[in-house]
């Protein structure tokens, strides 16, 4: 996936959602309301034109694109963290 994201918080949500594993989880950690992750992940994969997710009955689940989407932003994170 070659995408251009111009904003950290949208791989900030992305990330938080693929820990949880839920967006009540992903909105618990981030401290916004649960509207909020799931309208901010939808407009992220509309923008990058690509599903990172399945929405499945016990949560979310990373696609094949969303787990290559992970690691580039773990990439991101640690050196922001550095």
Known sequence: MNARIDNW???RMF??????????GAARDMGVNHSTVFR????????LGVRLF???PHGYALTAAGE???Q???RVEAE???
């Open 9 to 11: 918080d949208d791989l």
């Open 72 to 74: 580039s932003a773990l």
């Open 54 to 56: 399945d929405r499945l």
């Open 15 to 24: 990330l938080a959602v693929a820990r949880a594993g839920t967006l009540s």
């Open 68 to 70: 290559e989407m992970e």
């Open 40 to 47: 901010r992940i939808g407009a992220f994969e509309e923008s």
């Open 80 to 82: 922001i963290a550095a």
